[in-house]
């Protein structure tokens, strides 16, 4: 686990006693340097967007959080055991899930979580792209290391689904919808995507990065013209400024808790939920491969995330991947 900083210390001080000023004097005592360092990190916190008063003869006050993913503020109050416990955080990124992939090669800790204000290149599957304006969304990446077989690994797409859907409920109120394979949509709109890649031998994946894309605060000026009848965001369905970071901090402590009880229990449980909370099942679609195409009606997702149609000609045929319009 990260251990903060003096800069850290201060400011968690300042959060415990937002109602009063902090003297100066007290925090050189505490924390064993002079009253100018204190002031110098004090300016460090202001830099980086917290708004603290400070007042010649009472101290500091913390005013103001910037709405921002810094690691201080993603795990403060983050209620995981390891998931988001090592966090690299920027303000740009190309795409989480490459820096993600990246730190792979190493030795990195099951459940790190690389997030960035903004990516220039934030990518969906097959290569598209997705987009990632700043200072509005939560565009982050999660590492695991599920000793699953890597034919098992769209459980973890579903497991995530859930879980943002789960944390969507508890932060706004708002009812989302799971759409196979990969996308949480409101009201007929995708608010949320999320893209799976693997590290994996013959048998057993090493590696799964969960790259997870939420359109929070994002207006609908943000949001690329193509994909304006498409795409939502938070803010847009509820009207109001939705705290990203309570929202990550939901998320988190949701995947964990799927996939410890995915280890435990089994997919059983979640394909039940999944299925509970889809927008796909029972419907006319066309799901468009890469190579071929099929419409028929929706009937069933199984075991391993396949989707199930009834083709027009009555044969069943089973769809591993695609999109489904
Ligand atoms: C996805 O792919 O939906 C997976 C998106 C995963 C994004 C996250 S962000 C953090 C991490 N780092 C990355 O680089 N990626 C992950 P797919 O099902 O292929 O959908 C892609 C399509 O969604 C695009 O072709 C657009 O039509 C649409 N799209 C792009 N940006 C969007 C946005 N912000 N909101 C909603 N739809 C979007």
Not at 69 to 75: D, H, K
Not at 127 to 141: A, D, E, Q
Request: hydrophobic share 40%; charged share 25%.
């Amino acid at each position: 686990m990260r251990k903060p900083d003096k800069e850290e210390q201060i400011l968690t001080l300042l959060k415990t006693s937002r109602e009063n000023y902090v003297s100066g004097e007290y925090l050189s005592r505490k924390f064993g340097i002079s009253r100018t360092a204190i002031w110098k990190h004090v300016h460090a916190l202001m830099d980086q967007g917290y708004k603290i008063d400070s007042q010649a003869n009472a101290g500091y006050k913390l005013l103001v959080l910037p709405d921002k993913v810094l690691a201080a503020e993603i795990q403060y109050g983050l209620e995981t055991v390891y998931i988001g416990q090592e966090l690299y955080c920027f303000n740009e990124a190309g795409s989480t899930n490459e820096l993600a992939m990246k730190l792979t090669e190493g030795a990195v800790s099951e459940g790190s979580v690389v997030i960035a204000e903004r990516q220039s290149a934030g990518k969906g599957r097959l290569g598209r792209k997705w987009s990632s304006p700043p200072g509005t969304g939560l565009w982050f990446s999660v590492i695991l290391k599920p000793k699953i077989h890597p034919q098992h690994s769209a459980k973890l797409t579903f497991i995530s689904g859930l879980a943002v859907l789960d944390a969507i409920k508890t932060v706004t109120g708002l009812k989302a919808g799971l759409k196979w394979p990969n996308d949480v949509l409101l009201n007929g709109k995708k608010v949320c995507g999320i893209l799976a890649e693997i590290k994996a031998g013959p048998d057993v994946i090493k590696y799964q990065v969960l790259g997870i894309g939420v359109n929070v605060n994002l207006n609908k000026s943000e949001l690329p013209e193509s994909l304006r009848g498409l795409a939502t965001s938070l803010s847009i369905e509820t009207k109001m400024e939705v705290p990203r970071i309570k929202l990550l901090q939901e998320i988190l402590k949701n995947i964990e808790a799927g996939y410890e009880l995915f280890k435990k229990e089994g997919f059983n449980p979640f394909l039940c939920r999944w299925k509970e909370n889809n927008v796909t099942l029972n419907k006319e679609v066309k799901v468009s491969g890469l190579l071929e195409s099929f419409e028929g009606l929706a009937l069933d997702i199984d075991e391993d995330c396949a989707l199930i149609l009834r083709l027009r000609s009555g044969e069943k045929k089973r769809v591993l991947s695609g999109d489904v319009s």
